[in-house]
């Protein structure tokens, strides 16, 4: 995948080998550390073609034999953290960076605090530009932010072919709802969705990102037929959006999303209110927890989905003083400069 995306972008791609050798059984752990070791040497030969004055890593076991091979090289890393917790590998090679960049202050304990005391530097999480600039910047006040997103609204709607301005059946303005589970789609959210719409769709608009797996499921699972038409016209499944997140992300009233790392800084910088369902042993779950304890999200187990969706949603949805103060918590902890901070931390490690 990062190859795709990486030469779409017209940059040049170098792949290495490496493994996981951690938690899996001994013969595995052993052949992946072979890999491993053979990645440090491409490594080592892809230092000495590109010469670089700093190196750059989002952590992970695939980051390892870059990180070892700069350190052979005397080269220094920056290692960046956009969940709230570490897991082992980036906690391993942050002995050997020199920095650690990372989304909140709460992360800071895990690298002996903000430097120069400690190895962290407070960046936030870098979001898309198109986001930043559907969002105006991620800096407008109250009353010019709500004018935005209505702008917004209006350019999905067209791009996007769906009548999402359309008033509810006593004439007033519907909140859009926007559902999804990351790029593959999430299927328990996916299912406790379908069997909520009844519910839901005389309240709202509802943008469903279903994602491409279970794209074939929406027809068989979905009781698109049992609903009368003016709520089912308020349906609006796709498949996946592409450019158009931003502006899906810009324009919503409020999500129903997983709590991966990017709601730390896209759901934030948006202004979105948000019901988590966080993936248990991914570290989502203390993403969620980050933006519910500053009064910006509501969180629901992934067992529990199916008997509180509808009813966590609907309290939401009717409640518009209390969405209004999500967003005053959301705007003080975003950040839309992560981006250049990250660059500007780069630029002085590499001087």
């Keep these: 995948m990062e190859r795709v995306l990486v030469e779409r972008a017209g940059i040049p791609f170098a792949g290495i080998e490496t493994g996981q050798v951690r938690g899996i059984n001994p013969v595995t752990a052993l052949v992946n550390g072979v890999r491993m070791v053979t990645g440090i040497r491409q490594s080592l030969a892809l230092i000495k073609q590109f010469q670089p004055d700093v190196g750059f890593v989002t952590g992970g076991y695939v980051c390892a034999p870059v990180v070892v091979a700069c350190r052979l090289r005397n080269i220094p890393v920056l290692i960046y953290l956009p969940d709230l917790v570490p897991g082992w590998a980036i906690r391993t090679l942050s002995y050997l960076a020199q920095r650690v960049a990372v989304t909140m202050p709460a992360a800071t304990r895990y690298f002996g605090g903000e430097a120069p005391r400690g190895k962290a530097v407070v960046t936030g999480y870098p979001v898309r530009q198109d986001l930043l600039s559907a969002t105006g910047g991620g800096r ?44 593959q789609g999430a299927r328990n959210i996916n299912r406790c969705t379908w069997a909520a719409l009844e519910k839901l769709l005389p309240h709202v608009h509802l943008l469903h990102v279903v994602g491409e797996r279970d794209w074939p499921l929406l027809a068989a699972e979905a009781p698109l037929g049992q609903l009368p038409a003016a709520p089912r016209n308020r349906y609006h499944p796709v498949p996946y959006l592409h450019g158009e997140m931003a502006l899906a992300l810009a324009a919503a009233d409020l999500t129903v999303a997983r709590a991966g790392a990017s709601t730390l800084g896209e759901f934030t910088v948006a202004r979105l209110p948000s019901v988590l369902v966080p993936l248990l042993g991914v570290n989502q779950l203390q993403n ?64």
Excluded: F, K
């Design 140 to 183: 407008l006040d109250a009353a010019a932010h709500a004018h935005n997103r209505q702008e917004v609204r209006r350019q999905l709607a067209e791009q996007l072919q769906r009548p999402l301005n359309e008033p509810g059946d006593d004439g007033a303005p519907l909140p859009l709802l926007l559902v999804w589970g990351g790029s």
């Design 288 to 351: 969620a927890e980050a933006l519910a304890q500053q009064g910006g999200a509501v969180i629901i187990a992934d067992d529990t989905l199916s008997a509180q969706l509808a009813e966590t949603v609907l309290a939401l949805v009717r409640d518009p003083a209390r969405r209004q103060q999500m967003e005053v918590a959301l705007a003080r902890l975003a950040q839309p400069e992560a981006a250049q901070n990250i660059a500007a931390t780069l630029v002085r490690l590499g001087q």
